[in-house]
C-alpha cells in the first residue's frame, strides 16, 4: 500500500484536508498537475479571507507549500486519467500509478471556453483565461473581458492598471459579482476618460485576426447588431466547471456537471470523498474549500477507524 489517502488536487481544498490528515498520523499524498493553490494562484489578490492581512494571492500560496514541506507531505507531480475503486484503491495518472485505502477528490474546476470557431488558435496569442498570468504582455494596449462574474470585475480591475484600455462584455444587464467589485468597477467607469468601457447585453460572436488576435466581433442581444472592436487581447472570465470525463460511469455526477457528495462529503462510492469546488455546492470561496478540508479529514478519519 502506497498510501493511506490520496488527495487529488493541490488547491485550499486539498492542501487543508491533507494537513489536517497528517496532523493526525495518517500517511497522506496530495497528486497535482499544475501548481500549489489552484485558481488562488490565478488570482491577485484575497482580500476576503478572515486572518490573512498580506492580500497577495502568491504569498497565499507559498504558505501553503510552506506548510506541506514543514508538515513532510509528498506532492506528487501528475495528471490524473483514471481511478479505480476496489477496496484497494488505484489512481492512475500520466507518469504512474498510485494505491491507497482512501481517494479524495479536491479537483476544482477549469474555465469554461467560448464555442467559437478558430478560437483555440488564438489561446497564447491574444487569447487568455488570466490576467494575472497575462496581462503584463498587454501594458498601453486594448484588451477586453468577457464575463459578469467576480473574476471578470477583478480582471478588468487589475488590468485597467496595466493597459490602456479596457473593454467589459457581459451578456446581460446586471453582474452577477459581489457587490463590494461592482462598485469598485463603477469607480473607475464613472469617471473623465475611463478606462474600462462597459457593454452590457453583448455577446462575442466572432474572434478575426491572422498570427494573433487583431479584433473581436460583438453583437448585442437587444437589438441584434452586430460591430468590430479592434483589440489586442481578450480575457475569457465566463465561469468554470470541474472536468471530469475520467469519473463518468464510476462516481454520481449531478447533472449540471459537479461531483455529487453527502453531508459528510463522501460520493457514491464507498472510500472515494470530495470537496472544494468540483462539488455541488451553492458559494465556492478559499474560506469554504479550507472548511471542505477540516470536515473532508474528520470523515475520512471515521472511515479509516471503521476499516
Known sequence: MDYDVIV????????????????????????????IGGQVGRTSELENYAGFIDKDAF???????????????????????DIETEKIKKI????????????ILCIGADEIKLDLPNIDNFIGNGISYCAVCDGNFYKDKVVCVVGGGNTALEDAIYLSKIAS????????????????????????VNVP?????????????????????????????????????????????????????????????????????????????????AGGDCIEKEVRQVVTAVSDGAI????????????
Not at 492512475?92 to 481517494?103: E, R
Not at 479529514?297 to 471503521?306: A, C, P, Q, Y
Request: hydrophobic share 40%.
Open 296 to 307: 473532508l479529514s474528520r470523515n475520512v478519519l471515521k472511515f479509516l477507524d471503521e476499516e
Open 8 to 35: 487529488v488536487g493541490g488547491g485550499p481544498a486539498g492542501v487543508s484536508t491533507a494537513i489536517y490528515l497528517k496532523r493526525a498520523n495518517v500517511n497522506v499524498a496530495i497528486i497535482e498537475k499544475s501548481f
Open 193 to 273: 476618460n475611463p478606462k474600462i468601457v462597459l457593454h452590457k447585453n453583448t455577446t462575442v460572436t466572432q474572434v478575426l485576426g491572422q498570427n494573433s488576435l487583431e479584433a473581436v466581433e460583438l453583437n448585442n442581444v437587444t437589438t441584434n447588431e452586430k460591430t468590430r472592436l479592434n483589440t489586442n487581447g481578450l480575457f475569457l472570465c465566463i465561469g468554470r466547471k470541474p472536468k471530469l470525463e475520467f469519473l463518468k460511469g464510476k462516481i454520481e455526477i449531478t447533472p449540471s456537471g459537479y461531483i455529487k457528495v453527502s453531508n459528510n462529503l463522501e460520493t457514491s462510492v464507498k472510500g472515494v470523498f
Open 92 to 103: 492512475i495518472g500520466k507518469k504512474g500509478t498510485y494505491q491507497c485505502k482512501v481517494i
Open 59 to 81: 504569498v497565499f500560496c507559498e504558505n501553503l507549500k510552506t506548510q506541506l514541506k514543514n508538515l513532510d507531505i509528498k506532492v506528487i507531480r501528475d495528471t490524473v486519467i
Open 165 to 188: 484600455e479596457v473593454h467589459l462584455i457581459h451578456r446581460r444587464d446586471e453582474y452577477r459579482a459581489e457587490r463590494f467589485l461592482v462598485q469598485a468597477m463603477e469607480k473607475l
